[in-house]
Every structure is written in structure tokens, then in C-alpha cells.
């Protein structure tokens, strides 16, 4: 089967790493969901752990076709597009999710993700790869040039490990760059917001200028940014890459409260 580059296909086909995948997590007895499982090589490794309830969502149909073939009915099939795709409507259950996700739209589904948590999580774990420019931005830390919107707001409400990264041989066809595995975990406590958009909204004001003190951003958010620059103790020199995760969780708080 010919990958499609216009889908952000690589297929998986390192046995190590397929093994390194499945022993992150529990998946015997639990509800699995695969998003873009390919031609089906982690699928394979996933059903051989035995899980209750396994769910494969593919937008390519001649990979949905190949996969029914291969696995019949040891899965649930879904020929649908992840982005528009209602997961908490599977199941019950809290559902464990893996995927090689395609590297043109992989921020995007985490984002939507993250963004569309209600008062409770769908998920239990988030068994993801990226390309690792990604991951790196990802789980970066504040004072540090990959820090940004992507690194906050995947950080509210997930805790994030880096696994292994992934050399463009473990791929057919090999990508032009390494990937990475991460595994999130569902925070037991964060910040609460009515609106998770006031997040983004945050992080793209304060980011879209990120080479300007914070006095600028917070100016544009907030008609007393002073108030709330001595309120939450910001020294307005700083820039938008030294505030930590939590400032601007604060922040937002602060801006659904006026």
C-alpha cells in the first residue's frame, strides 16, 4: 500500500519501537482507540494484548478496506476524518488512545483535544508520536526558544512524558526528519477556566509578539494590566518565553473574571 503524502502518511515498521509503544500503557481489558493506524503493524501489536473494546479511526478508505480485511472483526472501524470526528461518543468508558499521528495536522488534533475537554477527560492516556520539532515544543519549559502557545496550553491540563525519539528508518516511507513518543496523562488538578479559547486567546496575543516586553500584550488584554502585573507580582520587562505555564493559566482566569 502507497503512502500519501497528502495525508502526512509514514507507516510504522520497527518491530522495537511497535514494542516500546504498547508497553506504555495498559491496553489488556481497556478500550483502545488507534487514530491513523495504516496498514495496520501497531494494530496488530495492540490486539495481541487483548483489549475489550479496540476502535481504529482511518480517513484514507483503502487503508479502512485493507484494515477490515486483515483484522475483521478484532476492531471497530471508522473511515472518518479525526478533526471532525466526536470521540467521547464511542464509549463509555475512558477510552486509551494511541496514534502515529500525520505530521500536517498532529498539532491541530492535540489542540482539539485538549481544547474540547469537558468536566471530565474521554481519555485515561494519550500514547502519541510527532515529529520530534514538535515534541520538543511541546514539553519545552519557559527561558527556553521552543517555549510557546503549543507548550502552555498542551501543559493545562496534561502531564507529558517523552519516551523515545524515532529515526526516519522505523518509517516506510522515510520522513526527512526524527519523531518522537510522548505519553499524556490526565492532571488530577489545574486551573479552571469557563472557556478554554480564553487560553488560546492568551497565548496568541502575548506570542504573536514574542520578541516584545510582556507590558505590551498584557496592555492590549487588560485596561488595568498594571492591577494585574502587581497582582499576579509580572515584571513588565519581561518577555512572553520567561513567563511559566501557571502565569498564564492565571492570566486567562483573570481575563474570563472581568
Known sequence: MKAKKSLGQNFLIDRNILDIIVSCTQITNKTILEVGPGTGNLTNEIIKKKPKKFFLIEKDVNL????????KDKAIYYNEDILKFSEQKLSNDKITVFGNLPYNISTEILTKWIININDEFWFDKLVLMFQKEVADRIISMNNTSNYGRLSII???????KKIID????????????????LVFTPKK?????NNP???EKVTRVFFNQRRKKIKKPLSQLFD???????KLNLDLDLR????????????AKELEEL
Open 197 to 199: 479559547r480564553t487560553l
Open 240 to 251: 512572553p518565553q520567561n513567563l511559566d505555564f501557571n502565569t498564564y493559566y492565571l492570566l
Open 224 to 230: 488595568n494590566y498594571n492591577e494585574i502585573a502587581k
Open 189 to 193: 488538578s489545574f486551573i479552571e477556566l
Open 64 to 71: 479502512i478496506n485493507l484494515l477490515q480485511q486483515r483484522f
Open 154 to 160: 498542551s501543559n493545562w491540563k496534561l502531564a507529558i
Open 166 to 181: 524515532i529515526n526516519p528508518n522505523s518509517f516506510d516511507p522515510k520522513p526527512k526528519i526524527d519523531s518522537s513518543l
